[in-house]
């Protein structure tokens, strides 16, 4: 047989009342929290526990659990009230007004660090896909992570609002909930047109809807992309989370082949520098000593170092071809390619295009010539 509870069992007993039906205070704050009357707990307490309490009591325990957190912080006891000011009673001689304990809240601790909620904040504040108000949304619940106070700086996006993808974040349900089934996806990619608007992509007047078996999430320069395979091999296809519409999971199971069921999303997304295409081969880069930082910045830690000159030194990696192109294009003042040769080719030719552009006025090079 349990044990009988007493009223020494009171102070466990509304910490678990607490818990239990925080979402049923009668009580709101400005800020939409919920906050469970004394005479709330006194009901519950006797409801589920079936012990009974007088007004007086529940309101002592109330104050000694409150200043127990305060003092030892360990516990992990946080509860905060609800103040408001009202009225003195007509036999109450004083001209200051009364505040009260109109309800109470535990606080739960989320184990966050305050640094570890900033980092997060900033990092949904820098994302440029998730819409304007599931921003703001988000943000403040990770600010009831913290157990301190966190400015947030300004984000407002302007002229922002209307080219994103409202769908994003029931886009990620649904992906994840397909590579978690291993089902097959169907969907069609979106653009964005000059009113900032995005649509289906068409294609000589037809809409293509792909359907494909899911590999994995990931996040890279601040945008969610979409691993995928077709079947048959092994080849990874990456699509824009912001840019898929109707996003469907199908009854078909998804079948991948040897290695793409465990990919690893980090080494993928250090081999793929903006999720470019192109087959990983091995590549040596020569590197301004003074501008190794972007090395590992781009490809991270996996590097092999060799042939040390008085201003650089030799970085070997692997990565996929098109992904080292853009980037040496990008740094091309602090780093040459010296191998694969193919790669040397594209970028002297790539230089002679560029040449071509700016040699002459705008427009010296057509479109089609660039892209032929």
């Avoid at 039906?21 to 906050?35: F, I, K, L, T």
């Avoid at 009260?100 to 900033?118: I, K, M, N, P, Y």
């Avoid at 193919?342 to 479109?367: D, F, H, K, N, P």
């Amino acid at each position: 047989m349990p044990t009988e509870l007493t009223k020494n069992f009171l102070p466990i007993c509304i910490l678990a009342v607490m818990r239990t039906h925080a979402d049923q205070g009668a009580e709101v704050g400005s800020d939409g929290d919920r906050y469970l009357t004394q005479s709330q707990i006194r009901a519950y307490v006797e409801e589920d526990f079936g012990l009974k309490a007088d007004a007086r009591s529940i309101a002592r325990n109330m104050r000694n659990l409150a200043e127990a957190g305060e003092l030892y912080p360990d516990l992990g006891i946080t509860l905060e009230s609800l103040e408001q000011t009202r009225r003195a009673g007509a036999n109450v001689v004083t001209d200051e007004p009364l505040v009260v304990h109109a309800g109470w809240r535990l606080v739960q601790d989320s184990g966050f660090e305050t640094s570890e909620v900033r980092m997060l904040i900033d990092t949904v504040l820098a994302s440029p896909v998730i819409p304007q108000r599931q921003m703001k949304a988000l943000t403040k619940r990770l600010l009831a992570l913290s157990r301190d106070e966190i400015v947030v700086p300004k984000a407002d996006r302007e002229g922002h609002s209307p080219a994103v993808n409202s769908q994003f974040f029931l886009n990620l349900e649904v992906l994840n909930e397909a590579i978690q089934q291993r089902k097959r996806v169907s969907f069609v990619l979106g653009a964005f047109g000059q009113d900032k608007k995005l649509r289906q992509r068409t294609s000589e007047g037809e809409v293509r809807k792909y359907t494909v078996h899911p590999v994995q999430l990931l996040v890279s320069k601040g945008h969610y992309y979409f691993l995928a395979n077709f079947g048959g091999s092994g080849k990874v296809y990456k699509f824009r989370v912001e840019l898929m519409l109707d996003v469907r999971i199908t009854d078909e199971d998804a079948a991948l082949t040897d290695g793409l069921a465990d990919l690893n999303v980090l080494k993928f997304r250090e081999q793929h520098a903006y999720m470019m295409s192109g087959e990983v081969m091995s590549v040596t880069l020569r590197v301004s000593k003074d501008s190794l930082h972007t090395v590992f910045d781009q490809f991270g830690p996996n590097l092999h170092f060799l042939n040390e000159q008085d201003g650089t030194v030799d970085v070997k990696l692997s990565a996929a071809f098109y992904s080292v192109l853009f980037w040496a294009l990008q740094h091309y003042r602090s780093v040459e390619v010296v191998e694969p040769p193919e790669l040397r080719s594209e970028l002297e030719r790539a230089g002679r295009v560029i040449t071509q552009m700016y040699e002459g006025g705008a427009g010296a090079l057509s479109l089609e010539a660039r892209q032929s």
